[in-house]
């Protein structure tokens, strides 16, 4: 009984089982649907500045920061 013990767990060490990819794209693809709300400043060009609360996706997120980063530059 012993042996087979061992045996079970040696085999178990030496191949240990592979992980499916399949709950990492789940995974991943929930966190493209969750809310993300930033506070940003209205550029409206005073001291008092007022904030103005954005609620976007993450994927919407990052699509803007891209598209500000690509804006960016282009002006250089």
Avoid: Y
């Avoid at 087979?4 to 178990?12: D, E, F, G, T």
């Avoid at 506070?39 to 919407?60: D, F, H, L, N, P």
């Amino acid at each position: 009984m012993f042996t087979v013990a061992s045996l079970v767990l040696s085999m178990l060490a030496v191949n240990p089982a592979q992980p499916d990819s399949a709950p990492e794209q789940a995974e991943e693809q929930v966190d493209d649907d969750k809310k993300i709300c930033r506070r940003i400043s209205a550029a409206t060009g005073s001291r008092m500045s007022r904030q103005q609360r954005v609620c976007k996706t993450q994927r919407e997120w990052r699509a803007s920061d891209e598209a500000a980063r690509k804006d960016a530059d282009r002006l250089r």
